[in-house]
């Protein structure tokens, strides 16, 4: 089914109040299915989310020959991959443009294969984001690389070696594909400066249940010994942090009160302590979080997106919603990515007052925001514009959706169990 003409209308001023479940990581879900690629025999995963940019994975995946079993794209069940026959370790163009995270599977088909041939990414909506220190690194453990005709063309005839990478920028997707290059490498790989994400750690953690020799994770020194070969294993997915951090903003916005089932507050410390700072109340609940305001005001905080644990740049957009009706001004800055202020005038369309200035938004809040028609721009975004039209006077249209969809499992309906009159329109 083509959902890219579906639209989301919202009609905002309903407080959410209910249980809301959260959906398995996105973001440790597709590093999780690339680790598959390192084995001949079968990986199960569980809790894996329905989403468009797991089924990308996974015609990635299918395209190099994975077989896929269990709940097809994700979902109850557990997902099963095995890479017993892998006829060609190319990842074609058109699969890998869909998704900037397909470039996962270069370390794992390099590491196991000693050739792999992916697509670059290519532009994206936010900023330029290239793959120049996942290149950089594999060089340094024995791979040559070529850039042609739009491929990463990676060899390593002998196998890869341990190396000592230091990581100039922390980067996510690049400490993870090293990594699953280190698991098959001789000799052992340090990588300084790691990321230190809970997605990264959740990867370590199968990649030692496939048998891999890996300490440190969750540190900025991952040390990893190579082993000759890995086997399958069962793996449980953490929570989706970002998914649970939005429904939180979510809950705030609309002065309601929402337990967040399987939420992680381990992993939401920095986004918890903002939401806390702006007025919403957090609490440990069995099983989850819950979050209310309590009829409190919101009050505007100084935010600046980092890398873990700092304040993740995934929830940027959304806390902007949240400080364009708080009282006062606050500044938010974006470290992470150029070019991801795109929520921006869509925010402003419907009345909020946000000026930037090169990396950060100056937002000062207003008395409330107007339903308007948006357009959706990036994932993060457009959750955004879902929630701006929650607290939204009359009707929100956003257009767009397929970015939604890329990234929340079920979003229209996990909300209007809570009392939101939300609906998707599907053209
Ligand atoms: C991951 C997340 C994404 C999140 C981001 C930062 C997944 C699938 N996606 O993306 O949702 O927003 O982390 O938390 O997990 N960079 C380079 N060269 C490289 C690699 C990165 O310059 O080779 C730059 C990027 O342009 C960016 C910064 O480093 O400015 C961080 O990027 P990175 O941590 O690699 O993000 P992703 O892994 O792509």
Redesign the pocket.
Known sequence: MDQSMDTIVIRGGKPLSGTISISGAK?AA?PLMAASLLTPETVVLENIPVLGDIRTLADVLEELGVEIGGNGSGGEGGLELTAGHIEDTTAPYELVRKM??SVLVLGPLLARFGTAKVSLPGGCAI????????IRALEQMGAEIKLQDGYIQAAAPQGLKGADIRFP??????TENILMAATLARGVTVIENA?R?P?VTALADCLVAMGANISGMGSERIVIQGVDQLGGARFTNISDRIEAGSYAVAAGLTDGDVILEGANAAHMEAVIEALRRAGIQIEDVPGGLRVRRNGGSLRGIDLTTQ?YPGF???MQAQMMVLMAIADGASRITEQ??ENRFMHVPELARMGADITVHGGAALVRGVDYLIGAPVMATDLRASVSLVLAGLVADGETVVNRVYHLDRGYERLEEKLSWCGADIKRITE
């Open positions: 973001n597709l900037r995270a900023g330029t984001r290239p793959v120049d220190l996942h920028a922390v980067t996510v997707g690049g990321a994400e997605e890398p993740p740049t995934d992470i990515f």
